[in-house]
């Protein structure tokens, strides 16, 4: 009978977890900023759709806050459980920003509680629009901090090694290690851009299931329009995280472009596979691009495989996770692009079901490429959890209890899933946006009924 060993075991949990907590995690971080300039739009354009949306947006916002609770403290306590040794070492250098990701949270928790239960109690909609605000920071707050533990994972400081140990620590240095710049613009910017997928794709399925309402077309307009700037935000977050990598984690980028000799004018490989002798096989080569990736410079120098010991190098497959992150984010840029293209032109029309449609793709494409970018991330710095000083198998547990756990996990996961549609089809089903509209403007007029 095949048997699962610890080191497998823990890091199939510790996947588990990541992965399912890191969408909800992403909408958290995200969703805020749109609520906040949607009920902005409103209280500026005097428009109750656009504040309908932002009070729409922030009911199901506190759904899934609470699943993303849940998820994140079960990965606080599995670092603990399934990664002892490493904490042992590493604990005293991630505690700081670990308890101030917890405050971010608890900071944004109780300005969100107050602007979820404070509508139209101003007489001045802005002051209530103001509490968006510490949300929003306390969102991104929440983001920064735990990125850093991430960053410093990839590229470890601000103490010395000693006796296995970590001492003699400095938590400032610690965190804004090498990495945290480019990791937490980069978190930040795809964060942003999924949320206005998701949410304009939720629009666009409503708008081809025939709800075309002047709410439908005005959401539709701000979340692509969204979706168009932090796609381009995300651009240069990647263009900057690969010129980081080059310098700093060259293994990383070379096992993700499948780049085995160090050259000058490297060509940048996208998907295709390679043979028994590691030689790539029906891809797609653009000439030079990967030295103007990695330096700027078309003739620049890329390290390759060859510089590193077999035993330090990733999977190779992390390539596809790469080639499939870069490539849709290109399509949410593209596609929100046309959409903004095809609503300038009055002959056109943007509510064009093949353009919704594609709209529509987008949001569940914008999800499964922060699930391919997170595991690019992490199985990309294999064999490491902390680079250069402690491997993954050394920092499992060695307890005999970890496949009960997963199978546990499993179903919380699989519970906690299903309730969340179950509750969000329950909150917007049986409440369209037309009629709570008018319940709660009732003197509002469409520009439809204007005319």
Not at 16 to 30: E, N, P, S, Y
Not at 100 to 113: D, K, V, W
Not at 274 to 292: H, I, K, Q, T
Not at 339 to 345: E, G, Q, T
């Amino acid at each position: 009978m095949f048997e699962l060993d610890n080191v497998l075991l823990s890091r199939l949990l510790t996947s588990l977890t990541l992965g399912f907590h890191i969408i909800f995690a992403t909408i958290g971080v995200g969703v805020p900023l749109m609520i906040s300039i949607a009920e902005f739009m409103g209280i500026k354009k005097k428009d109750p759709n656009y504040t309908l949306l932002a009070r729409r947006w922030t009911r199901g916002f506190i759904i899934l806050v609470a699943v993303g609770v849940v998820t994140g403290t079960a990965i606080g306590l599995q670092l603990s459980l399934l990664w002892p040794s490493f904490m042992q070492v590493a604990g005293n250098v991630i505690s700081l920003p670990l308890f101030l990701e917890t405050f971010a949270f608890f900071f944004e928790a109780i300005f969100l509680g107050a602007y979820l239960y404070t509508w139209d109690r101003f007489k001045n909609p802005i002051y209530h629009w103001l509490l968006s605000i510490p949300v929003v920071i306390g969102a991104g707050m929440s983001a920064f901090f735990i990125t850093t533990v991430n960053a410093f994972m990839n590229t470890p400081q601000g103490f010395e090694f000693k006796d296995g140990a970590l001492v003699n620590v400095e938590p400032l240095v610690a965190m804004f290690n090498p990495a945290t710049p480019t990791k937490v613009f980069h978190v930040l910017s795809t964060a942003h851009l999924t949320s206005a997928a998701i949410l304009a794709a939720i629009t666009a399925f409503y708008i081809i299931r025939n709800k075309n309402s002047d709410y439908h077309k005005k959401a539709l307009k701000l979340t692509v329009g969204s979706i168009f700037i932090f796609a381009l935000l995300t651009a240069v977050a990647g263009d900057l995280s690969a010129k980081f990598l080059a310098h700093e984690q060259p293994e990383k980028l070379a096992v993700a472009e499948w780049h085995f000799e160090t050259e000058e004018g490297a060509d940048l490989i996208l998907f295709g596979h390679l043979n028994e002798e590691n030689e790539v096989e029906n891809a797609l080569r653009l000439p030079n691009a990967l030295s103007f990736l990695a330096t700027g410079d078309f003739n620049g120098k890329v390290v390759g495989l060859d510089q590193f010991p077999e035993d330090e190098i990733a999977p190779f497959w992390v390539h596809y996770m790469f080639d499939l992150m870069v490539l849709i984010g290109f399509y949410s840029l593209g596609v929100s692009l046309l959409y903004l293209i095809v609503a300038k032109i009055k002959k056109w029309n943007e509510n064009n079901k093949l353009l919704l449609w594609l709209i529509f793709l987008n949001g569940p494409l914008a999800m499964l490429a922060i699930e391919f970018g997170w595991i690019y991330a992490e199985v990309g710095r294999q064999p490491w959890i902390l680079r250069g000083y402690m491997k993954v198998a050394e920092g499992a547990t060695t307890s005999p209890n970890v496949g009960w756990m997963l199978l546990l996990f499993i179903l919380l996961y699989t519970v906690l899933g299903i309730g969340v549609i179950t509750v969000l089809r329950k909150l917007f089903k049986n409440n369209p946006a037309e009629s709570e509209l008018e319940r709660h403007y009732p003197d509002f007029k469409t520009e439809g009924e204007e005319r």
